[in-house]
């Protein structure tokens, strides 16, 4: 079977979340983001650019 090639992000945390919703901080966590300027890499899948696309205001994303 041909094997698909997944597409990384780098999803790093830019601003604090002392001040946003509950909501958001959970999907923040969700990501496995902690502090500030903190990064993990995902797979973008729909659930990942889901979370991503709530909290855009909060994270800068980069390809890999």
């Known amino acids: 079977m041909a094997t698909k090639k997944s597409k990384k ?4 945390l830019v601003k604090s979340t ?4 509950p909501a958001h ?3 923040v966590k969700a990501l496995g ?3 500030v300027n903190s990064f993990k890499i ?4 729909d659930a990942i650019l ?4 709530k909290v855009n ?3 800068k994303v980069e390809n890999i």
């Open 9 to 12: 992000i780098k999803v790093t």
């Open 18 to 21: 002392i001040a946003i919703l």
């Open 25 to 27: 901080k959970l999907v």
């Open 33 to 35: 983001l902690t502090k």
């Open 42 to 45: 995902h797979e973008a899948n």
């Open 50 to 53: 889901g979370m991503i696309a």
């Open 57 to 59: 205001y909060l994270l």
